[in-house]
């Protein structure tokens, strides 16, 4: 807790500052363009990997980035979505997975989490990526857990294609949704090409 709080002084005696103006300009209200959804893993920093300020992103995070049916009722996640496409009219949303997913690797092995039965529960929202990818592959290959991080990002893109308002926005041509996947260890930002129907770096 020591480097949290001497971290909250210094951004108090520095930071703070630095953006006195930007902060008063948010201190009434929000307007950011994107929506992004990723794990709550703590080596994922939307702000850091995108460089961008307070007031341009809207976060949401949770093992796993992912996006509940729209059907869940009572579903934070579900709610904070529809908070960010209708009351924000976000005009993007990215649903970023990453490398070496602990979530990722809990759904390609369930048996294994007998002492956390909330996070067993929580990743059957993962069960079709995997099932996806074993169909593909027959046996899971090497780079399974690859496989299942970016095949996950699809499945949280469709489900949030499933979502009325989005539906409806994106019919228009009013909101676009991106896939994305970052690399841990070198920093590196893959999205999904819809023309080459594949990851590559931004």
């Not at 909330?118 to 990526?129: I, M, Q, R």
Request: aromatic residues 8%.
């Amino acid at each position: 807790m020591e480097k949290i709080i001497n971290g909250y002084l210094q951004f108090k005696e520095s930071g703070f500052k630095e953006r006195k103006d930007l902060f008063a300009k948010l201190s009434n209200s929000q307007s950011p363009e994107v929506l992004f959804i990723t794990c709550s893993d703590s080596r994922i920093d939307p702000n850091l990997i995108t460089q961008t300020e307070p007031g341009d992103l809207f976060v949401i995070r949770n093992a796993g980035n992912i996006v509940p049916p729209h059907t869940v009722e009572s579903d934070g996640i579900v709610a904070s979505i529809e908070f960010a496409v209708v009351a924000l009219g976000v005009k993007h949303i990215i649903v970023c997975g990453h490398s070496n997913c602990g979530a990722m690797k809990g759904a390609l092995n369930t048996s294994g989490l007998t002492a956390l039965p909330k996070v067993k529960s929580w990743l059957n929202y993962c069960s079709e990526a995997v099932a996806l990818v074993e169909s593909r592959e027959g046996d899971l290959m090497s780079d399974e857990l690859n496989s299942v991080t970016q095949e996950n990002v699809f499945l949280q893109i469709r489900r949030l294609e499933q979502y009325p308002e989005i539906s409806k926005r994106l019919a228009k041509g009013d909101i676009e949704i991106h896939g994305w996947v970052y690399e841990i260890g070198d920093g590196t930002i893959r999205y999904f090409n819809q023309e080459k129907e594949l990851f590559i770096e931004l």
